[in-house]
Structure formats: C-alpha cells, structure tokens
C-alpha cells in the first residue's frame, strides 16, 4: 500500500461539530492518489452512514465509470460524478501557486471533457519524468528506485512517488523533507507544473454539464475579488465544511460563499493513508442540505433536467447514480 503524504496527507484537526454526516463530497481512490479501490471506498463510506458520495479523483472520473458501468454499486449509496483539477494560478499570488477545482455532475460520457483530462494526466507524467531528470543533473539519481513503480500509471506519476525514492536513495529522510529541501517550490528538484489554469478547468467543468467548486480554499476570506472573478467565469460554489478547516474557518468560508453567492460543500478529501475513513468522517460534519443544494445545482446544469420540469418525455437524468435505481 503506497503511503502518499501530499499536502492532503497532514492529519486533519477534528471539527467540534458533531452528528453523523451522511454527505462527503471529496474524496480519492487508487484511481489517482488514494489508496483504497473504488470499491472499499464506497464501502467504507457507506458503513460510516455515508448515503450521498462524489469520488473526486485527480483529473479522472475512472473510479464513476468502473462503479456505475460495474454489475452492481456495492452499497446503498447516491454517487456523483466527481474531479478534483489541479489548476495552476499563474498572476495570482496565493501561498500555494495552484487553486484546486473540484467538478460535479459531469457526463461521464463526455469526449471533450475526457481529452482535457487525459491532457492534464499526460502534463503530470511530463513533470514526473523532468523531476527525475533534473534530480539525476543535480547529482541526486532516483532511477534505480523506481523499479517497483508501475510507470504506465499517469496516476502514481506524483511527487509523492518521487519524494519515496529520494528517501530509498538515502536524499531525504521523509516525503515531507523532500519536499521541503528538493522538489518543493524553490528547490533544486522543482519542476512547475503545467496544465489547465483555473479559468480553463471551470469552462472544462461547465462544458460537460458540471458544476464547479473550488476546494479547500481557506484564503477565500482575504480573496472577495479573486473569487468575484472566477463566478464570472462560471465557478458556482466554494467548499466550506473541509475536514482540516477547523469551526471557525468553516463559519468564515461559509459567509464568503454567502457574500460572494457561490453554494457550500464539503467533504472530507479522504485518501485513505492517515487514516480509516471512520475516523476522517468521525471528524466531519457535512450538513444533509449541502448535498441537497449540489443536487439542484447539478440539475440546473443539465438540459435534459430542465426538459423534465418543462413535462418533456425524456430518459432518466444521467448525471446521478443511485444504487436503489439499480
Ligand atoms: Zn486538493
Ligand atoms: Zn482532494
């Protein structure tokens, strides 16, 4: 089980609210950085009282289609096609240098959208191969510890992965210190990233019948203009019930949605190497009415919705998948 320690991986602080959340919308699988299959993790979730989910795997929405195509969705849970796009803030000065786009609702069938994504999956593995180069340039060679990864997987190709193999070449002593001294920002290891911006991932998103939220945002209330911007462009929502928001951010991020007229989510960004999910979700309150309000959101967005409420006949609306329907 690979041991991913990105900037997800710090132990969240627990939240002081309490009730048991039956809504996470963030989450991850081996599909991009997690650890648990798809299968567990719904599992897993459904078994902590999770009834409403979004996997939002790294530019992939392999981990839906694998679940909803499958012979049966393994537990009784609503699941939402879900993103989550690393999206480079090129001009914006943030502590980051990246704004994360979480994507719900997307038809999964869609092609353009697949493309963009499987653009962004190939600009990781460019990086990832650069870095090695790089680190071998820079006196520090990690090839002879990347045997055991499967390097057709865009997927592993993160800087986790490589962290690993500067501690197994005797470079670093922890993920964290890699990042810190070698392949972070301002190291000799660094290599920037390049990929969508996040006014591409938004129109990406929204192209393909989703709604797009941004993610663990806590400078939201320092960046009012910022966000006024990306709305413009078509951001809907911000997500304010984040599991390492402690209550006062949560109460600061949800007036700045409020204000800005962006809607709320939440979810717990599980990816399973810190902790059970038990845990992570023993530490978060979601309230129901986030999933309810994604749920409109996501039927705004789809034509064929908007058909039904006309009285067309139409199919069945694609874009939620519900196990009691199966
Ligand atoms: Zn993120
Ligand atoms: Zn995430």
């Given at each position: 089980m690979p041991s991913v320690r990105d900037r997800h991986g710090r132990r969240p602080r627990p939240s002081a609210d309490s009730g048991v959340s039956t809504v996470d919308l963030h989450s991850h699988t081996l599909?991009?950085?997690?650890?648990?299959?798809p299968v567990e993790l719904i599992r897993a979730a459904a078994d902590a009282g999770i009834r409403t989910l979004a996997i939002t795997d790294h530019d992939s929405l392999a981990a839906y289609r694998e679940l909803v195509q499958g012979?049966?969705?393994?537990?009784?849970i609503e699941l939402i096609p879900g993103v989550e796009i690393n999206a480079l803030a090129k001009g914006i000065s943030l502590s980051d240098g990246e704004l994360h786009i979480l994507g719900f609702g997307?038809?999964?069938?869609d092609q353009a959208f697949e493309a963009a994504l499987a653009k962004q999956r190939s600009a990781r593995r460019i990086r990832f191969e650069r870095t090695v180069a790089v680190l071998r340039d820079a006196g520090m060679p990690i090839d002879a510890h990347?045997?055991?990864?499967?390097?057709?997987?865009?997927?592993?190709?993160?800087?986790p992965t490589i962290g690993r193999a500067l501690i197994a070449a005797g470079h670093a002593t922890s993920v964290e210190d890699a990042f810190r001294?070698?392949?972070?920002?301002?190291?000799?290891?660094y290599v920037a990233r390049e990929g969508m911006g996040p006014s591409e991932a938004i129109e990406a998103i929204r192209a393909a019948g989703g709604v797009p939220v941004l993610a663990h945002f806590s400078e939201a209330p320092s960046q009012i203009p910022l966000l006024r911007e990306l709305k413009e462009i078509g951001?809907?929502?911000?997500?304010?019930?984040?599991?390492?928001?402690?209550r006062a951010t949560v109460e600061l991020v949800g007036a700045v949605a409020r204000q800005v007229g962006l809607i709320a989510t939440g979810g717990?960004?599980?990816?399973?190497?810190?902790?059970?999910y038990a845990e992570a979700h023993a530490a978060l309150h979601v309230p129901d009415s986030v999933g309810e309000r994604l749920r409109v959101a996501i039927a705004e967005r789809r034509p064929r919705q908007a058909a039904v409420e006309d009285g067309r006949a139409v199919e069945?609306?694609?874009?939620v998948a519900d196990s009691s329907s199966r």
């Open positions: 599909r991009s950085d997690g650890v648990l299959q012979s049966a969705m393994p537990a009784p997307m038809d999964p069938d990347l045997g055991h990864i499967d390097l057709t997987r865009d997927d592993a190709l993160g800087r001294r070698l392949i972070g920002w301002g190291g000799p290891g951001l809907a929502g911000l997500e304010v019930h984040y599991i390492s928001f402690d717990s960004d599980y990816h399973g190497d810190t902790w059970t069945p609306q694609p874009g």
